[in-house]
């Protein structure tokens, strides 16, 4: 299957500051990329859609310019976590597309802690 | 809105039972539906895909099927192992034809398998 890697996979911060976490695509071209969140014993919830080239999109709830997407190339997309607080902690998994529609694939997840 | 639960929430057997995990979707007009795999603080290993068209899938000790006009969905693992211990997750597209790759998932069966 598809491999896709998020890095880092953990990622401790202070409140206020941001943090970027990278998932890329290392076998094969994602268009669309997703991007979920994970709190402890609760199941994933999409936060929003990233579109290579274009803007992303957010489902309902999900702060835009809390949640910074950008989507440069077919093989990365980057979510920014500004001013970062607390209770931003959580766990933050992204998947890609392969071929549509297709399979979705998943990276390892990157642990957020926001002290 | 495509709502998915997974009953039962937890289960525990001896190591070498067969044992089936259910799902049931909302939303029937669906194109696939996925089963994923994840251990503890890790990311999503994809088990299973089911086409619509499709009524089970088969892969080694697991086997999936997908049943669309009842909305429901069964994993169903033989001989259990100890290493099949983890999280069993599954997902089906989100309301709406165009929302490729947007996923609801259930709550999980946590699984434990013990010797």
């Known amino acids: 299957g598809a491999v896709v890697s998020q890095h880092p996979s953990w990622v401790i911060c202070k409140s206020g500051t941001s943090v970027k976490i990278e998932c890329r695509s290392l076998?094969?071209?994602?268009?669309?990329m997703f991007w979920y969140r994970q709190f402890p014993k609760q199941s994933l919830m999409l936060m929003a859609t990233s579109n290579e080239g274009s803007k992303a999109t957010y489902e309902q709830g999900v702060e835009k310019d809390k949640f910074l997407i950008n989507h440069a190339s077919l093989t990365l997309s980057t979510l920014t976590v500004t001013s970062a607080h607390p209770e931003d902690s959580s766990f933050y998994i992204c998947?890609?597309?392969?071929?549509?529609?297709?399979?979705?694939?998943f990276g390892e997840g990157s642990r957020l802690t926001v002290l | 809105k495509q709502e998915v639960t997974q009953i039962p929430a937890a289960l525990s057997v001896p190591e070498g039972e067969n044992l089936v995990l259910n799902c049931s979707f909302t939303d029937s007009a669906i194109y696939n539906l996925q089963w994923f795999r994840q251990d503890p603080g890790k990311g999503l290993t994809s088990l299973l895909l089911i086409q619509s068209s499709q009524r089970e899938q088969t892969s080694g000790r697991l086997n999936a099927s997908l049943d669309k006009s009842s909305g429901r969905s069964t994993l169903y693992i033989a001989a259990s192992q100890p290493g099949d211990s983890a999280t069993y997750l599954c997902?089906?597209?989100?309301?709406?034809?165009?929302?490729?790759?947007?996923?609801?998932f259930g709550q999980g069966t946590i699984l434990t398998v013990h010797p």
């Open positions: 998947s890609a597309r392969w071929r549509s529609p297709g399979e979705l694939f």
């Open positions: 076998d094969f071209q994602a268009t669309t």
């Open positions: 997902a089906a597209p989100n309301a709406g034809g165009t929302s490729y790759g947007k996923l609801t």
